[in-house]
Nanobody, 120 residues
Framework: QVQLVESGGGLVQAGGSLRLSCTAS????????MGWYRQAPGKQRELVATITSGGSTNYADSVKGRFTISRNNARNTVYMQMNSVKPEDTAVYYC??????????????WGQGTQVTVSS
């Protein structure tokens, strides 16, 4: 199995910056797409950004130009640099990975979530 552990959430003022990290561990054979999703109170979980193992990225329109996703394949770690944050970025942020553990098929894995709160 694969475990995802996030870190880096917290309280930040509007206009500030925050960096999230997520590391995949376990009997990993390969990690394909990694990404970040978020869920605000009363709303559905939504995609924030994804990155392939080759470095191709995809962003939600709401964060383009402000957030940057990156990854370290050797460490199975994905990062998200959040700049110029806004109160509407407040949510629980979840790490996601399409990964394959040994002796299993590829599947989606989720982290436990990390709270990001942006004060106005």
């Amino acid at each position: 199995q694969v475990q995802l552990v996030e870190s880096g959430g917290g309280l930040v003022q509007a206009g500030g910056s925050l960096r999230l990290s997520c590391t995949a561990s376990g009997l990993i054979r390969s990690v394909n797409v990694m990404g970040w999703y978020r869920q605000a109170p009363g709303k559905q979980r939504e995609l924030v950004a994804t990155i392939t193992s080759g470095g191709s990225t995809n962003y939600a329109d709401s964060v383009k130009g402000r957030f940057t996703i990156s990854r370290n394949n050797a460490r199975n770690t994905v990062y998200m640099q959040m700049n110029s944050v806004k109160p509407e970025d407040t949510a629980v942020y979840y790490c996601n990975a399409d990964a394959r553990a040994y002796l299993t098929a590829s599947r989606d894995y989720w982290g436990q979530g990390t709270q990001v709160t942006v004060s106005s």
